[in-house]
């Protein structure tokens, strides 16, 4: 079975300022891995995903991520960050082929001026 | 349609009571997926459809909860004699499914918000 740990429930960070979450898994078999966005009283939002290929992903909103196979993580990384990003943020893995998601419990971007 | 659509958006009950929330996903979608999302905690699977058939439903906390997908379109999930601790978010979502890389990512609908009381 896969799990998901996301290390860090709260991120605070200043405007314009890099940020990195945190994202690590665990699975005995290939992965495909996503990271989700949830805006207030939004349903989830497909940030990114890694299927096969380059191990470093990018997004949408200039969000990436690499995956580490060795490390098992895939953190997220935004360079500058706006107030517009603060909202909570959901790494998942999935078997690779596979039909059902394991999301972690959440990391909370908080961007403030 | 366009996205996944999930009603109702709201749904207070008063405990002991039957509640249905239903999904329509995206057309052409054969896979649909029900999570549920408790206050502070991530999505947690509750079942999984290809087609009309319950494909894996070992997320489903007990036989109070139950869903169907008869024409392999739009799904309801329904809770018989809600509990308080039934209280959350249910998200449905969807996929092309198959085993096309890429075929089983998932889109979400905004989810359903169900308060027991």
């Known amino acids: 079975a896969q799990s998901v740990t996301q290390l860090d429930s709260q991120v605070p960070v200043f405007e314009e300022a890099p940020v990195e979450l945190r994202c690590n898994y665990s699975?005995?078999?290939?992965?495909?891995l996503f990271w989700y966005v949830q805006y207030p009283n939004q349903g989830l939002q497909l940030l990114l995903k890694y299927l096969s290929g380059s191990t470093l992903v990018k997004g949408i909103n200039g969000f990436e991520a690499e995956f580490n196979k060795s490390q098992t993580s895939f953190h997220l990384r935004k360079p500058s960050v706006h107030i517009s990003d603060t909202a909570e943020y959901f790494c998942a893995v999935s078997m690779e082929y596979g039909n059902k998601l394991v999301f972690g419990a959440g990391t909370i971007l908080r961007v403030k001026s | 349609g366009a996205g996944v659509s999930q009603t109702p958006s709201n749904k207070v009950t008063e405990k002991g009571k039957y509640v249905e929330l239903r999904c329509d996903p995206i057309s052409g979608h054969t896979a649909l997926y029900w999570y549920r999302q408790s206050l502070g905690q991530g999505p947690e699977f509750l079942i999984y459809?290809?087609?009309?058939?319950?494909?894996?439903d070992s997320g489903l906390p007990n036989d109070r909860f139950f869903a169907v997908r008869p024409e392999g379109s739009v799904s309801t999930l329904k809770i018989q004699r809600t509990e308080r601790g039934d209280s959350a978010v249910y998200l449905c979502a969807s996929s092309l499914g198959g085993r096309a890389s890429g075929a089983n990512v998932l889109t979400f609908g905004a989810g359903s918000r169900l308060t027991v009381l």
């Open positions: 699975s005995s078999v290939s992965v495909y």
């Open positions: 459809f290809q087609g009309t058939g319950a494909a894996d």
